[in-house]
């Protein structure tokens, strides 16, 4: 993983507000550091990138072959392109887009590629420079424009001007560089994806200022989409799954008993054990690591059905002797007022457990996800007693919260800016920090979390029709309308979700990874009847993603098979910690303070 940078300038000297730019991309790549500048007849750019060691050997970008053509590449290669075992990807793209001759060379060899990624590529013959991000923008990547610059980074900084913007993942961007020096403006060819993933590509025009402009290419050349279309069947009466069960772990073994939607489970739980087995296999294992018995490998980790799924399968592919860190983020609970005590009660006995030492006093921290977490922990220990599950207790408080939103984190979320972004961003910026604590033989000590790959759930509610708004769409619009929400929640999900959480993550040199976002779990997914992934005429806690309930079954999960769906800011309690009356989607005005 890599934080980049590009800044492409015509006449204009180079900004001082990337400079602190700067200082956030360096986090996001601790590892080697570089920076290159070339210069054409009428033009320069600066390239920078720092860089996270994942995987091969370390390869210092930017990246320049003998021809001079540079790459910047903010990605993992988890399929698609052949990546040898002791070879780093980086190096693996650089030689395939070298031997691109033409703009439909170059758009195969993004269009084989299976994982996240966000790139920066100058073709120096051609005077050319190419950027993008993946199909589901799980790399983030910003954009800002004005009369004599454009300017590209992994990361902005709020203070810094002009406004920046994500770049929309819909497709590959292209710039000849000779034509801009040529007519002193920036005019971008746009590659899209066919099928589309999410918004319309034109809508990529609306997010520009005006001095740049945006064509699609004139050879009507397109990017493969790497996922299969979603199927858009409505059931019929004796198609529908029916069943009377409630939000029990009996009914869901009743549901596994018949044969189709056990073969559907079996499917689901083998091309997701793989997504795992891709993410948290091929690490670079330092020996510190070893000798000090440091896990490599977290998760975002709330005691629900998702993060618990991608525990009990990366128990199946990191070594048993290894830890791994299960990062559990609390934000502190108002203290209850103090009752007066009047003169005629104090005669009264006290309860019987009111100074009994045996009996646990309630935590401020005792948060609905902490309090999930440990049965979750507690399940995972039953599953895989032999593992050492580090369950990372993370606490924070108001102080901590409005110290470290104003230093760093409102940098992070921006250009997003409302209230959701500003919970969620904080919540996991903490959450993946990694320091808290940590039980050992009956007390708790101080841990920080060693592991650079960070799982998280995201898109198993987006395809499974997790969140509490899918069951007012199926209410209102039936199937036809769920089907509608879902295809919608794929195509805006890399601009509500991931450019946001790799930013925030990445700013402890750590590496987010989405195996529900996996090309082929979305694909098999995508290719089942919506009514095979969730019915919600069941109850909340069975209905909603039925199917992956039956695949934590499968695996021996109990409890948190049939947990309701809790979002993260308010199993947190960070919602409750300022401002409760506000609105997700309200401008926070906190994230301005920076």
Known sequence: MCGIFCCLRVSAAWSEGNKVVQQHLSRRGPDRSGELVVTGACYECLFSAHVLHMRGTLTPQPLQDPAGNILLWNGEVFGGLEVKPLENDTSAVQDRLSSCSCPADVLSVLSEIRGPWGFIYYQRAEHLLWFGRDYFGRRSLLWTFDTECITLSSVAAQTSEPAWQEVPAVGVYKIDLQRVAESGSVTMELYPWSPAGGDHPLSVFQ?????????????????????????????NLSTA??????????????????????EDVDTLLNVLSEAVRRRVQSLPIHQDSLTNGQAVVAILFSGGIDSMILAALADRHVPAHQPIDLLNVAFKLQEPKKQKVSAKKTN??????ADDPAVPTPSLFDVPDRITGRCGLRELQDLSPGRPWNFVEI???????????????????????????????????????????????????????????????????????GYSRH?????????????????????????????????????????????FLDEDVVSYLNALPVWEKADLT???????????????????????????????????RIAKMENGREKASDKCARLLTG
């Open 207 to 235: 997010s520009v200022s005006g001095c740049c402009a945006v064509l699609l290419n004139q050879d009507d050349l397109v990017l493969k989409s790497p996922i299969c279309p979603l199927n858009t069947s409505v059931p």
């Open 471 to 515: 069951r007012v769409r199926f209410k209102t619009s039936g199937y036809e309308g769920l089907i509608q929400e879902l295809s919608m929640e794929l195509g805006r999900i890399s601009s509500r979700n991931l450019g946001r959480d790799d930013r925030v993550i990445a700013d402890h040199g750590k590496e987010a990874r989405f195996p």
């Open 241 to 262: 799954v029916k069943s009377d069960c409630d939000a029990d772990v009996g009914d869901l073994a009743l549901l596994l008993s018949k044969q189709e939607i056990s």
């Open 395 to 465: 606490n924070v408080t108001q102080e901590q919260l409005q110290a470290m939103r104003q230093d760093r984190i409102c940098h992070l979320v921006y250009p997003l800016d409302t209230v959701l972004d500003d919970s969620i961003g904080c919540a996991v910026w903490f959450a993946a920090r990694g320091a808290g604590l940590v039980a050992q033989h009956g007390h708790q000590k101080s841990f920080s979390s060693s592991a650079k790959v960070i799982l998280t759930g995201i898109g198993a509610d987006e395809q499974l029709a």
């Open 538 to 572: 069941l109850p909340r806690g069975v209905g909603e993603k039925l199917l992956l309930r039956l695949a934590a079954r499968r695996l021996g999960l109990t409890h948190s098979a049939v947990l309701p769906k809790r979002a993260m800011q308010f199993g947190s």
């Open 348 to 353: 009264k006995p006290q309860s019987a457990n």
